[in-house]
């Protein structure tokens, strides 16, 4: 079985991984070998797994969350979408128009109020989620007493990094 990096599309070897994701996650620098990694400091893995996370699902995680929301309401107004995500105007149309170009939701104007933009997803829109929700979640090797688990210790270092700022 090849051993390839899957941070990023390339899928390169995981000897000669081409992003800088790659060799940070798989301790490489510069391609020419392994770096010291502290693999019993608790700290450099969970930034490690928050960096596999967010490669694997953060780059279109709030596109994927914006369908999910508007496939729950059935259609809902930018604004309501907007005061719901807690975002900026600007941020959420950017992502809204990416949406509308891939063909995954459409925007008309309320027949009451035609400055209200609503949102609904297309065929497409609902297809993608159907297959989205499908793929394998990264913490489904874990027991659901391990997540109850994991979730509580998340919660207690969150809680605590907002105390201190």
């Not at 995981?14 to 770096?35: D, H, T, W």
């Not at 949406?99 to 104007?109: A, I, M, N, P, V």
């Amino acid at each position: 079985m090849k051993q390839v990096c899957s941070l990023c599309s390339h899928r390169c070897h995981i000897s000669k991984v081409q992003c800088g994701a790659g060799r940070e996650y798989f301790g490489l620098k510069n391609n020419r070998g392994p770096m010291f990694i502290h693999n019993n400091d608790l700290n450099s893995k969970l930034m490690k797994c928050g960096r596999m996370l967010m490669h694997k699902t953060g780059r279109k995680r709030s596109q994927e969350k914006i369908l999910e929301i508007i496939n729950e309401h059935g259609s809902l107004s930018q604004r309501d979408l907007q005061n719901l995500l807690s975002v900026q105007a600007g941020s959420l149309s950017e992502i809204l128009s990416k949406l509308e170009r891939k063909g995954l939701l459409k925007k008309y104007r309320a027949k009451d109020d035609k400055r209200k933009l609503i949102l609904q997803l297309t065929l497409n829109g609902k297809e993608y989620l159907k297959t989205y929700t499908k793929e394998k979640d990264m913490l489904d090797i874990l027991t659901k007493e391990e997540k109850e688990q994991l979730n509580s210790i998340l919660n207690k270092i969150i809680e605590n990094i907002k105390k201190e700022h």
